[in-house]
Structures are given as C-alpha cells and as structure tokens.
C-alpha cells in the first residue's frame, strides 16, 4: 500500500472534513442491523416432512425514511456456508455443487428495486434475489414493526428452489424434495426514524 | 398315516394321560373310519386377510428396514425412509384393527390332540408377536420424532410427535427399534416353522385355518 505524506495544513483540512462528515452522518445514521435479534430461516419438505434450516450470518445495508418509503433500499447479505440443518450429512450434502456449491458462491443477495407502501405498518418490496450466480425477480411482503428504537421488518417468501439450481441432478426430482421453500426473516435495525 | 386317525389316536392319548379315556374315545382312535370327517373351523375371511396383509407388509418394511439403514444420503436413502415409515404406520393401524376384530370374533379353538405344552407356546408367539406388532412401529415413530423427523403418513397427513428432538435419545430408541424388528423377525420364524411342522409333517389342519381359499 502506498503512503502519502500529506503536509500539515492538508492533514488538519482533512481531520476537519472527516469530523464534518461524522457529524452529518450522525444526523442521519445508516440503520445497522442486529444480528442477535435477527433470523434467517427456510422450511423445505422432503416428500411431505418439512425439514427446516437457517442461517446464521448474513447482513443487511438498510436505507429507509418511513417517510418515504419508495426512496428506501434494501440489500441483503446472506452467507449460504452458515447454513443449519437438523442432521450432519444434510449439512455436508448441502455445500455440494448439486445444492449451494458453496466454495464457488458463498454469498446470496436481495437488492431490492421498488418499496411500495401499503400501509404504515406493511410495505411490498421488490427485490432481485441472486443465488448460484442465478437471479430471480420476487416480490417481498414485509411488515415492520417498532419497540423502542428497534425496528424489526419480517416477512416470509415463497421460493422455488430449481430456479436457482438448488438441488440440481439426481436432487431435481421434486417428489422427494419440493421445489417450493418457505424462508422467513426478521431483521432487527436500529436508525430507523418512527413510523 | 390320514389325518382324522391321527387326531382320533393323539385324543385318546391325551385322554389316557389325563386319566379320562372313555371307551366310546378308545373306540374311535381303534376305528377311526366310523368317525365323519368334521369341517375344518377356520378363521374369518377379515382375519384371514388381515393375517396376510401383514405378513407382506411387515416382511416388506423388516426387508427396506434392514436396506436402507446404511444407505448414504440420496434420493433413494429418502424414497426409502419415507415408503418403510409410511408402512409402519400402516402396519400399527392394521394391526389395532386387527386386534378388535380378534378380540371381536373368537378364533378356531386349538385342536385337543395337541400337547398343552405346544398349545401354550402357540399362545404365547401369539401374545408376543401382537405387543410387537405395536411396539415396533411406535419405537421407530419415537425415533424419527427425536431425530427431527416428524411422520408425514403418505406425504399427506401429519402425524404428532410422540418425543422431543433429542439426538441422544434418537440413537438410543433407533437401537431399540431394530432390537424389537429383530426380535419380532425371530418370533415370525418360529411361527413359520410351527406352521411348516404342522402342514408338512404332522400334515394336520391347523395350517389351513388360515389359508385364503374356498370353504369346504
């Protein structure tokens, strides 16, 4: 990495550009997410037994003004290599290049496009869902709710997983594993204004 | 030797040990041509039915069980779990209506000729395969349910867990599943040989009381 010698003026007009934009930052702070108070989870059957899974990290870059609500953004982070599930082979199964092929892509990502208010409480988020490198457009129900300064938006979105190659090969039968998967999330922020 | 002499000849045996051999039971063993041949009594056409209904199903599910225990994770390993839970749930629903219907409607007396001691070992295989036909398939339900498999019969209808997800618990009720399936496969083979020795060698009519086919 490269190291520039600033002279001394230049270094106390950056200190005090720095400060400034803490300070402006500080009036509107980017919501930040609360992982303990977050989830991530999905539920897919295996010829009719619902077996569920979650995740245990992800991230979520937040913008919203429940103000203006069309204004706001949503990307989600997930790490697919944080995945749970109830027994140990279906956790060395599900890294597979059939399932999440996780070495090659370790990430998941919702970037939304649009939020459409339907009322105070309850918003529809358009978003585009990328996993395995495969994109699929959906349309997120979310309602949020406040307790404090903690804002939690939940919802659930029915997802089909052969859009995503999830489950691919011999794993694309779906009378053994339905193509459908419900996940479910609450993510917990804190920075966002009241409803 | 036919068989009617033979059943005249064990009565009047019987009788003779018991100390209540009448002249009329000696009779009939010396001239066992005077005596009409009597209907064999049979079980009804609903136990008989139920009796091989079971027998199919309950090698079926003992033949996957054993299968797929070791199979690696894959579509068949589910295909196959799934097919011997549904039909050990179909096994303990069969088998509670098989008990009504055996508590319901008395079955063919055992034959006197036979020796007490074989008809209480009868009665007891009888007894023991009844409990097992119960406990089996509830052990493996307990199991699937501490495993965080719960029972989805035919895909279709969800069944209650009867324990807690435990991992513990699961290993320890998968152990006492397979010692009861095998236990029950023993006491079939008992039965089976019983049933050989009678239609085969003793060459009586025990056996046909519960084979399907047109009354006599």
Redesign the interface.
């Known amino acids: 990495m490269m190291r520039i010698a600033y002279p001394r003026p230049a270094r106390a007009a950056l200190a005090a550009g720095s400060l400034l934009l803490a300070m402006l930052s500080a009036a509107a702070p980017a919501p930040v997410l609360i992982p303990s108070q977050s989830e991530i989870s999905f539920v897919s059957h295996?010829?009719?037994?619902?077996?569920?899974g979650q995740f245990r990290s992800f991230d979520a870059q937040v913008q919203f003004d429940p103000k203006a609500p069309q204004k706001g953004h949503f990307l989600i982070d997930v790490d697919l290599t944080s995945v749970k599930l109830?027994?140990s082979?279906?956790m060395?199964?599900v890294v597979k290049p059939a399932w999440f092929d996780s070495a090659r892509f370790p990430h998941a990502q919702f970037v939304s496009t649009a939020i459409r208010a339907i009322d105070k409480e309850h918003y529809e988020i358009t978003g585009r869902l990328t996993i395995k490198g495969l994109s699929q457009d959906l349309v997120v129900p979310v309602a949020i709710t406040q307790a404090g300064t903690v804002t939690t938006a939940a919802g659930q979105v029915s997802l089909r997983r052969l859009a995503f190659a999830i489950g691919d090969g011999?794993?694309k039968?779906t009378s053994?594993?339905a193509d459908n998967v419900e996940v479910r999330f609450r993510l917990a922020l804190t920075g966002i204004a009241p409803l | 030797m036919p068989l009617a002499a033979y059943i005249l000849i064990r009565r009047a045996i019987a009788a003779a040990a018991a100390g209540t051999l009448s002249e009329e039971t000696l009779a009939d063993a010396m001239n066992p041509s005077a005596v009409p041949a009597q209907p064999v009594d049979r079980y009804t056409d609903v136990a008989i039915a139920l009796h091989w209904l079971l027998a199919v199903s309950l090698l079926a599910a003992f033949c996957v069980g054993l299968y797929m225990a070791d199979l690696?994770?894959?579509?068949t390993r589910?295909?196959l779990f799934?097919w011997h839970k549904w039909a050990g749930i179909s096994i303990l629903v069969l088998s509670a209506f098989r008990l009504g219907w055996r508590l319901a409607h008395r079955p063919p007396a055992e034959p006197s000729y036979l020796p007490a001691w074989q008809r209480r070992l009868a009665a007891a295989v009888h007894h023991l395969l009844y409990l097992l036909f119960f406990l089996v398939p509830i052990a493996g339900w307990a199991h699937s349910s501490a495993?965080?498999?719960?029972?989805?019969w035919?895909?279709?209808i969800?069944l209650p867990d009867l324990v807690g997800?435990d991992k513990q618990l699961a290993e320890t009720l998968a152990d006492v599943h397979s010692a009861l399936a095998f236990t029950l496969g023993g006491l079939v083979l008992l039965h089976v040989a019983g049933a050989l020795q009678h239609r085969f060698v003793l060459k009586d009519d025990i056996v046909q009381r519960m084979l399907p086919g047109r009354r006599p």
């Open positions: 295996q010829m009719g037994v619902p077996i569920d109830p027994t082979d279906a060395e199964e011999e794993w039968d053994v594993v | 690696k994770l894959s579509p589910i295909r799934n495993a965080g498999f719960p029972v989805v035919f895909g279709i969800h997800v």
